[in-house]
Nanobody, 121 residues
Framework: QVHLVESGGGLVQAGGSLRLSCTASGRPSTIITMGWFRQAPGKEREFVATIRRNFPITKYADSVKARFTISRNNTENTWYLQMNSLKPEDTAVYYC??????????????WGQGTQVTVSS
């Protein structure tokens, strides 16, 4: 079992930046892929970015490419989402997620509690 705790959300003006963090405890060594999803009001949860725990392989949603960067620190069992050039449409609850396979999707093994990101225009 892996427990995920997020931090770093908040309110920012359009064009600003935020960095989200997700720290895993329990059995973080079992994680193969970790990442971020988000859910805006009235919308389905959507994929944002993923990174492999032991390989420099990343993947991004088209809507955040070139603006968001996912990274990790395996020593601290923590991964990050650096969000730059934020837009009002990035407003959502952001969830970190982890899976014990190379496939991270909405059926991921473990989820954080979510952190609110609000971008004002």
């Amino acid at each position: 079992q892996v427990h995920l705790v997020e931090s770093g959300g908040g309110l920012v003006q359009a064009g600003g930046s935020l960095r989200l963090s997700c720290t895993a405890s329990g059995r973080p060594s079992t994680i193969i892929t970790m990442g971020w999803f988000r859910q805006a009001p009235g919308k389905e949860r959507e994929f944002v970015a993923t990174i492999r725990r032991n390989f420099p392989i990343t993947k991004y949603a088209d809507s955040v490419k070139a603006r968001f960067t996912i990274s990790r620190n395996n020593t601290e069992n923590t991964w990050y989402l650096q969000m730059n050039s934020l837009k009002p449409e990035d407003t959502a609850v952001y969830y970190c997620a982890a899976d014990r396979t190379t496939n991270l999707d909405r059926n991921a093994d473990d989820w954080g509690q979510g952190t609110q990101v609000t971008v004002s225009s």
